[in-house]
């Protein structure tokens, strides 16, 4: 499956940059799926405008591909099938993004799976491969990207991921079905890397750069970089999110990405919008529990989709996995403090409608 495969809406809507959440995993007090909540979930983020959706991933817990959980290809389908359902007669399609992860035989299984589910990409994970050299990551990515175009994913070293330098990046850009990278370090300086190989290699405008920095969304958005290479300036910008982060509030987050890109158009950025990116670092600092290490990020999103009904509680695969002492209080405060972040009014409206 090659880049050109991808249906045209889909692919442009990528390219111009749009919201893509990761979606979590809807458990019942059991710690079974909930099929009904998963459904409302993914209604949720078409009906909110999102262009994409990320299934597999880590906020779908990595834990699904547990043989005896069983929960990869039932999740994939579930996703791929209710996307299908929820765009039908609407003239539009959302970006069908699948998690991929492990070695490479692993990896190359599920990017097999998730093309014949419906999939149009997979985001590649190297969490599995931090000991390898350069030329054998590479490779692995060379053999997916024969599978399915690859978005590739620059995942911080907290949660699992592991250093990618510029020569790592440049020589990835080479790869001819590269749709896109998911730039995550939280750190500038290893952004940077990313940017700068893209545009050195030429791809520039092959290869769609979105923002998984979840410390610097607003502002990964709103920066432009202008990058001299040796055939000559380039100029790039970061265009979208596919962010854990944007599986809640998914609505005022779609809203939010227009304002960034309008402020691009018109080359002006208020004052407002700094302090909007302040806001929603603050958020985000919340909901992933940065305070405790990130023990809390994904009951973190659960205990936001819970309070608006759209899952039945913040349980987890992992039974360790709970909200961090004092968690639940500052979300009640961010909350409080930005109403104009949440999108609780536009999932009141909608919610029984989602979870028929």
């Given at each position: 499956m090659k880049i050109s495969s991808i249906p045209k809406p889909c692919l442009e809507a990528f390219r111009r940059g749009g919201v893509i959440p990761a979606q979590p995993l809807a458990l019942n007090a059991q710690r079974k799926l909930s099929e009904r909540h998963q459904r409302a979930l993914t209604r949720y983020y078409v009906d909110a405008g999102a262009s994409g959706l990320a299934v597999g991933v880590h906020s779908t817990q990595f834990?699904?591909?547990d043989p005896l959980i069983g929960l990869f290809e039932p999740v994939l389908t579930l996703a791929s099938e209710t996307i299908d359902a929820a765009c039908a007669g609407r003239g539009q399609g959302i970006l069908k993004v699948a998690g991929v992860c492990g070695k490479t035989s692993q990896a190359v299984k599920e990017a097999l799976f998730a093309r014949a589910a419906g999939y149009h990409a997979c985001l590649l994970s190297l969490a599995a491969m931090k000991d390898a050299e350069i030329p054998v990551l590479i490779d692995h990515c060379r053999e997916i990207a024969t599978v399915m175009p690859v978005i590739g994913f620059?995942?911080?070293?907290?949660?699992?991921?592991?250093?990618?330098?510029?020569?790592?990046?440049?020589e990835f850009a080479e790869i001819p079905n590269v749709l896109g990278i998911k730039m995550a370090p939280f750190n500038r300086y290893q952004t940077l890397d990313v940017v700068r190989a893209v545009c050195d290699a030429g791809r520039e405008k092959d290869i769609t750069l979105y923002t998984g920095n979840d410390d610097n969304i607003v502002m990964d958005l709103l920066t432009p970089y202008c990058i001299r290479t040796a055939t000559g300036?380039?100029?790039?910008?970061?265009?979208?999110?596919?962010?854990?982060?944007w599986a809640v509030w998914t609505r005022k987050a779609v809203e939010l990405l227009a304002e960034c890109h309008r402020c691009v158009r018109e080359g002006a950025i208020p004052p407002s919008m700094l302090t909007r990116a302040v806001e929603v670092t603050d958020s985000n600092g919340v909901f992933f529990d940065v305070a405790n290490?990130?023990?809390?990020?994904?009951?973190?999103?659960?205990?936001?989709l819970r309070r608006q009904g759209l899952m039945p509680g913040i349980w987890c695969l992992n039974p360790h996995e709970q909200l961090s002492p004092g968690q639940a209080a500052e979300i009640d405060r961010v909350q409080a403090a930005y109403p104009h972040l949440n999108d609780d009014d536009f999932v009141k409206e909608n919610l029984s409608r989602w979870l028929m």
């Open positions: 834990e699904i591909r620059y995942l911080q070293r907290s949660v699992g991921g592991c250093p990618l330098p510029y020569a790592f990046w440049r300036p380039r100029e790039v910008r970061i265009v979208g999110g596919l962010l854990g982060h290490g990130f023990a809390g990020c994904i009951p973190g999103l659960h205990e936001i």
